[in-house]
């Protein structure tokens, strides 16, 4: 039986060459990078550096204009109809407004794997059940959507990802505009999702807690600019090269006996 933690497993995503130019801004360029199965990786950079624009690609909501990726080996479309990908969306591309209570949140995530007509089975309902449980919204499942905090919205969205049965889960800054203690909490749901095999993608701006929970970190400016463990990828150097600054000067300087 084949080892699953060799380097012959079928990544979780594998991005290759990407390119997604939005009529004359090139948004992400020449984007390639791997990721295998039960890993959580940081994607980070400044705003208007792709972040958002490389979770569609995955996502096949974007057409990309060159490159490829791939899902557990599978093309985006072919992943997306097998309900292989889930997708947190940035809050600021929700529309909070719209009647749909939580637990319909959830079974949206249930509707990928065959029509919008058929009828909710009793398997859809115990699917969605647990997933509500698990990040911890039974209590709020009949509530509208917009009237949840920050947090509870981030998890009703996990919860869909969870209902689905979805590998790979896509968290587009779900902690923005989260209190701590929420943000904890989802923190711990991604590690047990992680724990279980499932692959997360998660941009944040929260540099600090990073290296907590991620396995891994990329810093993004439309191009791969450092794939690597969070700890290398949080060096000041690297932050200087992603965010344009040189945080690096403000780094007490060197006594003499550190030096040589
Ligand atoms: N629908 C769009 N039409 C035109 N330009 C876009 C669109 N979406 C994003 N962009 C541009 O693409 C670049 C990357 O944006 P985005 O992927 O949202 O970055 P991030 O999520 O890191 O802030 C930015 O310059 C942004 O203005
Ligand atoms: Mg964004």
Known sequence: MPNPDTAQQVPALDISGLTVRYGPVTALDDVSMTVRPGRICGMIGMNGSGKSTLFKSIMGLVRPTSGRVTIAGHSTSRARARGLVSYVPQAE???????????????????????????????????????????????????????????????????????????????????????????????????????????????????????????????LMQRVLVHDTPQEALRPENLALAFGVDVTERRAPRTDAEVG
């Not at 919204?137 to 990802?161: E, P």
């Not at 989260?178 to 929260?206: C, F, N, P, Q, Y």
């Open 93 to 219: 591309d929700v529309d909070w407004q719209f009647p749909i209570s939580v637990r319909e949140v959830a079974m949206t995530g249930r509707y990928g794997r065959q029509n919008l007509f058929r009828r909710i089975t009793a398997r859809d309902n115990e699917a969605v059940d647990a997933a509500l449980a698990q990040v911890g919204l039974t209590d709020l499942a009949d509530r509208q959507i917009g009237r949840l905090s920050g947090g509870q919205r981030k998890r009703a969205f996990v919860a869909r990802g969870i209902a689905q049965g979805a590998e790979i889960l896509l968290l587009d800054e779900p902690f923005a505009g989260v209190d701590k203690r929420s943000e904890a909490t989802i923190i711990d749901l991604l590690t047990d999702l992680a724990s279980h095999g499932r692959t997360v993608l998660i941009s944040t701006h929260d540099l600090s807690t990073l290296p907590s929970f991620a396995d891994e970190a990329v810093l």
